[in-house]
């Protein structure tokens, strides 16, 4: 009997989700250009460098390292790499993300002080940034964050042993647990659909068939927004 699997994701491959980003140029309190260092808790994350150089500064449980940003360069990291972008001059990043749709939902964490990180509340109201306010404030507000987040980003970096990273994970898992069941539904609806899928068109391609082939289709998309104010610079996105 044959079997013919669609899937009702529509984004790009894989449950890939992308987005161009041009890093902030805004100065920190320690001179450097650049974003607000955050981790991921489920997504891995891609650089593809379109323009300028720069660089990422990471942390991990191994330590602290720092990736040179130039045109051409690919670069990735898993969940649980803080990373902070730094602008050396005009760096323009198109950014690919594992598991579309979960970025947008609060896959991210970012490196506030712990008095921020206590609950979902107290932690919105740090890091939330109003879409019904005017650029300015916006911009107000991201720079903001971006400081305070550097505020304990250095603690991090500054700090002896590993205590206080894991302190940071604990805390970071506590504050997205509550939308575990939201992630899990965008998950199932797109890169879990997407390789059940690829499994079903194996299985039906080792059987000598082919249904998905007559179902073809091509999709382009624009972006759904511009110039928007992310985490690490100002975003162009796409509804992938």
């Known amino acids: 009997m044959l079997t013919h699997m669609t899937t009702t994701n529509t984004g790009l491959p894989g449950g890939v989700a992308v987005s161009h980003l041009s890093v902030y140029d805004w100065p920190a309190s320690d001179g450097v250009c650049g974003g607000t260092p955050h ?6 994350e891609g650089y ?12 991990t449980a191994s330590g602290y390292e720092v990736t040179p940003l130039e045109a051409g360069t690919v670069a990735w990291f898993t969940p649980g790499t803080i990373h902070r972008l730094v602008n050396e001059g005009d760096l323009r990043i198109t950014v690919l993300m594992q598991n579309s749709g979960l970025p947008e939902a609060g896959d991210a964490v970012l490196t506030l002080p712990p008095e921020y990180l ?29 400081d305070l987040a550097l505020e304990g980003y250095r603690a991090l970096r500054e700090a002896e042993g590993p205590e ?12 997205v647990r509550p939308r575990i069941a939201e992630w899990r539904e965008r998950w ?22 082919f ?7 091509v999709r382009s998309e624009r972006p759904t927004a511009r110039g928007k104010f992310g985490m690490c610079g100002r975003l162009d996105v796409y509804q992938n």
């Open 211 to 217: 249904p998905h082939l007559a179902d073809a289709v």
């Open 39 to 44: 981790m991921h808790l489920a997504c891995s």
């Open 118 to 146: 206590t609950d979902p509340e107290t932690y919105a109201r740090a890091t939330v940034i109003p879409a019904d306010i005017p650029k300015e404030e916006q911009e107000r507000i991201a720079r903001a964050r971006r």
């Open 48 to 59: 593809l460098v379109t323009g300028g150089r720069g660089a990422v500064q990471t942390l």
């Open 164 to 175: 206080a990273l894991a302190a940071f994970h604990r805390a970071a898992a506590a504050l």
């Open 188 to 209: 199932r609806q797109g890169a879990e659909a997407a390789a059940a899928a690829t499994g079903v068109q194996l299985d039906a391609l080792e059987r000598g068939e």
